[in-house]
RNA sequence: GCGGGUGUAGCUCAGUUGGUUAGAGUAUCGGCCUGUCACGCCGAGGGUCGCGGGUUCGAGUCCCGUCACUCGCGCCA
């Protein structure tokens, strides 16, 4: 008989009724009756019920023992009585009765409870993450990690990509991320850098030839943390050869389309080939942000143009300084108190921001858009008639009270609506598809100001008032990047994203066309409100990197002394090529419907990039800091 | 670097307007219990209330500072 076990704790059911056994697991919860003991015994695969009555001597043994000790049972498998069959339970048709038991390791009193779905505070779980990992929801998530890597790999060697490592130890890149760095032993005063991704280095496997490359890779950046975000990390890395945007798209869409379909326990994944493409300042203006969540209805509207000479002195003001003003509608919400949209602009001043404005539409019971659009074209009195306003016809308003017909006929209650004419908020409320009884939030600043405030302002309206859809998973593709940006700092046009992109029209676009008109064959993938990845059709020609790097005021010098071992081997013949590289650990914390990413990730750093259990980073003896030529500047604090 | 939240028993939390000896659940220890599967019942031990300072006759509670964790902003091509 094996040394710890014939069946794992999930192997048993009415078959092996009779038979002698051998379990080995971890005791995850025990009930002691005096006279009659059950312990319930797991394993990775698996939990069964193991009794031991008075006549057992695993009896006195087991009771003593605690929760989370390792033991192996030799015993018989019997069949439950019915009523005391556990249907919520794969093994609850039988039971181990326990003859021996042996002790392979005792367990002290535990800092968190594994046989229990209760929280745990963080720096707990991962001080014992050993143990922490041993409960249900974290250990099913691990291994949905495995299983979605290994169907990644899968799905692309199957698309004839060929797996390659690349190296870890490599050369500090002067742009992008902050480097982790590695001191050198052999070359005092020098050091390698942790990869950030291995963009070079799939780059350059293009340029030797190999056509289809990808890699499950490990990626480090040194930069401040986020739920979604941690220090290491790993991408599905992926290169192609000869290829267009479109090549790439058809590529990787099946590729996360499946692996979704795959994992995603029902939801609804958006189908492969059917990825909306929004081009950047769409998504800016209509989202207010570059990682839209598409589960979210609320689409965000322009509404600049109806100020400037409103009367509302912030917004005219905002305007004519060239700024912008976004409108956010938010549906069912014009009888909320005032409660919920003061404390939409505490929310919104919180955030840094100078705050969201709003204005109520009436419920109006008559057809409003076609009133209104009737309105704004000046065909009015016609429609009059079948408008009704707060529960009395417009008609009738007018000739009871002798009312001024501007003010009601206004559609919109709230201090910007008092600027604006009748008409002119039909015309808003025409261009933002609200209907009576809907709310408009407002957001105005600079462009990138207004349109990142407009898309917080959509996100949290949203998850107030419960809009954002369940239950599926929504991709898009993110196009057109804009290759440069004005660099308000610095003064000057700078690259907005990657330099290494190819800019749409290449040298030619270069040549003519405005530096901020131009655009990059960039793309990311966002799904549900991540972004999943970030890709491109790469710059392969040196004389438009050249260019590219010159618009941005940088030196043929400063290309060569910066980039010369990817420009070299350009100049040796490289291939038209692209790719993306999808995040990992963002795919399976999706598929594993959890808020952070540390949730799917085995052994992560804390938020402050510390491993607490194992102590990293940690001091390190004078010795080997001398060995590398290190010398610390701060006194090490203790610890 | 900045802002929000949290910090009370091994663990999860409650703690009122500043007022007696800081409570509960769970875990631990002891006792009882032969059919439970969140077993049940009885009892016990367990606290620098994150840390430092202040106000007060009196501080877990109010004030100031500080630390830790976490969420967000900056940052992350």
Redesign the pocket.
Known sequence: MHAYRTHTCAALNQSAVGQSVRLSGWVH????????L?V?LRDHYGIT?I?A???SPALPVL??L??ESVVTIDGDVKA??P????P??PT?GI?VFAREVTIQSRAE?????V??A???????R?KYRFVDLRRERVHNNIILRSKVISSLRQRMIAQGFNEFQTPILGASSP????DYLVPSRLHPGRFYALP??P?MFKQLLMVAGFDRYFQIAPCF?D???????SPEFYQLDFEMSFVTQEDVFQAIEPVLAGVFEEFSGGKTVTPAGTFPRIPYREAMLKYGSDKPDLRNPIEIADVTEFFGNSGFGIFDSIVSRGGVIRAIPAPNTSEMSRKFFDEMNDWAK???FAGLGYANARGNQGPIEEFAFNFWNGDADQSISGLVIDGVPAQQRIADEGANKDSVLGFLKGPIARHLAPAEQAKLLKKLGCKPGDSIFFAAGKEKDAA?LAGAARTRTAEILGLIEENCFKFCWIVDFPMYEYDEDAKKVD??????SMPQGEMEALETQDPLDILAWQYDIVCNGYELS?GAIRNHRPDIMYKAFEVAGYTKADVDENFSGMIEAFKLGAPPHGGSAPGIDRIVMLLADEP?I?EVIAFPL???A?DLMMGAPSQVSPRQLRDVHIRTVEAPKEG
């Open positions: 919860n025990k009930r002691d009756h005096g006279g009659v059950f319930d019920q009794v009555d008075s006549d009771e003593k605690k929760l439950r009585a009523e005391a069959v556990n919520n339970l609850g039971e009193e535990l800092p968190l409870i046989n229990s209760e929280d745990y505070p963080e720096e707990t991962l742009e992008g991320a902050r950030q991704a963009q950046r930069e401040d943390l986020r739920a979604d975000r919180r955030e840094g990142k690259f907005s994203h990657n330099p290494f970030s952070n540390r804390n938020q402050r510390q």
